[in-house]
């Protein structure tokens, strides 16, 4: 009978999610839902100097934002708790004795510590790096319990693992040198051993340790930034793994169904933010009008915008109209401001490049434009494709005084789809204020 499997993330309230602590609980996650397992979240919160509860909230709040549901956990129960490690600790002094009344262990005033056997060879197969093999000479004795009372980390995780029946130990490559340690605890307990599958080091773009300059900043911050779950989620997947084919954009269910440990590459994962912005923008396009109206709305908002004083249809069919472009939900927002108000645009533009012979044929085409029967940019197009021919200019040039005119920048959607859906009223004002001439 295939064996029921377990895993657990477990980090330690001191600090938000980041993007490291994000991708081993993702990756837990993915195995836990492809093998039909339990994800377990565990809160090891020994550390009482750093520990605190609001941490802990916002780890949890991360998590829930990357969508990585969990089976058990402090706040949902199980079979298994507590599981917050502070309220577990009569159980490592339990175990703790249990040690030492073997022999195995011995006390150093108040604190409990493991006698590491010599001349014992320490071997284990890992999913990813394979068999890995070390001597118990290279480690010193192993520190349980300290002298306050609270378990060492590789102490408390052996009791956890194994009392909470977790039987794949997946977490960063840092913790490797950890792992035989944490054999010689489970060997001394006559405890079976977990699997154990260890995940490639994230190096930033210039192959150094992942930090704040490369981008390793807490999930909640790419949240304000404009990314999406789905974005991130898919980004951090790929760090260290590959679907096993070509390609880099799929969903949740597309990832799970997808995901297999033996994919998981040794090779360090480079966190790269141009890929990570790529992506992002492809799960954007993905999106429906309602979506986007609800995630960029609160970003028009904090740029002042007025999105009250429009329809949110109007809205919607600014963003379909913006056709992907923005990389996040905050650089749509930016990029399709002028939708909203004419306020950026004159900020942004002055019409200083518009000389007077330049001005004088602009001045003739927009009086033509905004007298056309029907408003729409079939209509608009076609007079000026023959208004181009007669005047003996290029399209663009006529276009591009359009777009800084309506928009502010240079590069937007069709502008004749944008003086649509800002409709001829609206663009007459703009017009007037760079001084060309009313409907």
Request: charged letters at 25%.
């Amino acid at each position: 009978m295939t064996e029921h499997v377990r895993v657990r993330f477990a980090p330690s309230p001191t600090g938000a999610l980041h993007i490291g602590g994000g991708h081993t609980a993702l990756f837990n996650w993915l195995w836990a839902r492809h093998t039909g397992g339990t994800f377990v979240l565990r809160i090891e919160d020994t550390d009482r100097q750093r520990s605190t509860v609001e941490y802990e909230k916002t780890i949890m709040s991360g998590m829930q934002w990357l969508g990585l549901d969990w089976d058990e956990g402090p706040d949902r129960g199980g079979d298994f708790g507590p599981y917050r490690q502070s309220e577990r600790l009569e159980m490592y002094r339990t175990h703790a004795e249990l040690l030492l009344s073997e022999g195995c262990a011995y006390r150093d005033g108040e604190a409990v510590i493991f006698r590491v056997p010599q001349g014992k060879t320490i071997s284990f197969d890992d999913a990813v790096y394979g068999n890995i093999t070390m001597q118990s000479e290279t480690y010193k004795d192993i520190v349980l319990l300290k002298s306050d009372g609270f378990p060492t980390y590789n102490f408390a995780a052996v009791v956890d693992d194994y009392t909470m029946d977790i039987t794949w130990v997946i977490r960063g490559e840092d913790h490797i040198m950890n792992t035989p340690k944490q054999i010689l605890l489970y060997d001394a307990f006559g405890w079976r051993l977990p699997r154990f599958a260890h995940l490639p080091m994230i190096l930033g773009t210039d192959k150094k340790k992942l930090s704040k300059r490369h981008g390793a900043t807490s999930v909640y911050e790419y949240r304000d930034l404009g990314f999406l779950p789905d974005g991130v989620f898919n980004f951090l997947a790929l760090l260290g793994w590959n679907p096993g084919d070509e390609r880099e954009v799929f969903d949740r269910k597309e990832a799970v169904s997808l995901f297999e440990l033996s994919r998981v590459t040794k090779k360090a994962a480079v966190f790269d933010m141009n890929k990570c912005h790529h992506i992002n923008q492809e799960h954007l396009k993905r999106c429906s009008p309602e979506t986007l109206f609800e995630l960029v709305s609160p970003f028009w908002k904090e740029l002042g915008l007025p999105v009250e004083s429009h329809s949110r249809a109007f809205l919607e069919k600014a963003l379909v109209l913006m056709g992907g472009r923005g990389q996040t939900t905050r650089e749509l927002a930016e990029y399709s401001d002028y939708f909203l108000s004419f306020a950026p645009v004159i900020s942004r533009y002055t019409a200083s490049d518009l000389d007077p012979g330049k001005r004088a044929l602009l001045d003739d085409f927009f009086r033509k434009l905004l007298v056309l029967d029907v408003w729409n940019v079939s209509s608009m197009e076609e007079m000026t494709r023959r208004w181009v021919e007669a005047n003996g200019v290029k399209m663009k040039d006529v276009a591009m005084a359009f777009r800084w005119i309506l928009t502010g920048r240079k590069v937007s959607p069709g502008i004749f789809e944008v003086a649509e859906l800002l409709g001829r009223d609206e663009v007459a004002k703009r017009l007037a204020h760079y001084g060309f001439p009313g409907a």
